[in-house]
């Protein structure tokens, strides 16, 4: 008989690696955007962006001054401080009170977290490692928004914490990257994967499937292409549709068909029988359960009741998540 392989999660390899339990500690603060927001590459965003919904942390983001590489000054980092403080100490009161964790990696979530002057990232990075119980820091960002001087100061720091770049691959076809106005190309990601890692750097590759005209094997290319890039670390996502996104005029309008919850279960399984067993995986699927969710609708399911389905559907293939 067939025996079941275990697949290979990022809380295990933190396990390994700490020899106790790690959470992520998720952050989004004010000032930090995203140049295919501020124009400096494309307007408006991916197609299927609304930042909060993917930020439980960044609340409402009323601050009118966004960063960008090329400024000097800072005129909110103090506010910002504040923010970080505020949030790591928040969540990790929780996560030490609900589950008894007591160390963590400060996760800096929101927007595009290497998208300001190396000093304000300096002042950021190194308040987060100085609260109690932080190991590292994991720092979500674009493959076009990622300096040398930044990779190499991040390599220094990764000489004392546990340090993880993570970008956003989404898909390895220009024409779709195109379609959902990424502003930069595919090459863009694999030549900032190699950099990040040459400096001994360890990177989070986050996938999605379902993107607008994309077939099944293409969404399996993208993973097939991401594993041979040599990424640590994988997030799959469906794409899932919110309200004020360019997404949702497509999807009113029947240009976009969103993905269905046993193509997803499909796709997903074949990718993860595909993936290498050294490379963990942080998650295997997302929603939203508020009402700025469109479609699909499954994607608005109980936390645990989709993860029923994915583990049913992956246990059915002899793999254990």
């Known amino acids: 008989m067939k025996r079941?392989?275990?697949i290979f999660t990022f809380g295990r390899y933190l396990r390994r690696r700490f020899g106790t339990k790690v959470a992520k500690v998720p952050?989004?603060?004010?000032?930090f955007t995203c140049p295919n927001i501020d124009g400096t590459v494309a307007r408006g965003g991916c197609t299927f962006c609304l930042n909060e919904s993917f930020s439980p942390n960044l609340g409402s983001n009323s601050e009118k001054f966004y960063l960008k590489l090329s400024d000097e000054e800072n005129p909110i980092l103090?506010?910002?401080l504040e923010e970080l403080d505020r949030q790591i100490e928040e969540t990790s009161s929780r996560f030490a009170a609900d589950y008894g964790i007591e160390n963590y990696l400060?996760?800096?979530q929101s927007f595009t977290n290497t998208y300001a002057p190396l000093s304000t990232l300096e002042r950021l990075y190194e308040r987060a490692l100085e609260h109690k119980g932080v190991l590292g820091l994991s720092i979500g960002t674009r493959s076009d928004c990622i300096s040398d001087?930044?990779?190499e100061y991040l390599a220094g720091l990764s000489e004392e914490y546990e340090i993880w770049v993570e970008f956003g691959i989404q898909s390895v076809f220009d024409e779709t990257l195109e379609k959902i106005n990424r502003g930069h190309d595919a090459a863009s990601v694999e030549d900032a994967i190699y950099r990040v890692k040459r400096a001994g750097l360890k990177v989070c590759g986050h996938l999605i499937f379902g993107l607008?005209?994309?077939s099944r094997d293409m969404m399996l290319e993208t993973a097939s292409k991401a594993y041979e890039w040599g990424i640590d670390s994988v997030k799959y996502h469906p794409l899932y549709v919110v309200k004020n996104t360019l997404l949702a005029n497509d999807l009113r309008r029947g240009h976009f068909k969103p993905i269905e919850l046993e193509e997803y279960l499909?796709?997903?399984t074949e990718a993860l029988k595909m993936k290498p067993q050294d490379i963990s995986v942080q998650r295997v699927s997302a929603g939203i359960d508020d009402d700025t969710l469109l479609a699909p609708e499954w994607c608005g399911m109980e936390k645990n009741r989709i993860m029923s389905l994915i583990r049913k559907r992956l246990s059915e293939n002899f793999l254990i998540y």
């Open 106 to 108: 400060v996760y800096f």
């Open 78 to 80: 103090h506010r910002q």
């Open 266 to 268: 499909s796709v997903l």
């Open 212 to 214: 607008p005209g994309e």
């Open 4 to 6: 079941a392989r275990e």
């Open 27 to 31: 952050l989004g603060l004010s000032g």
């Open 149 to 151: 001087e930044t990779i």
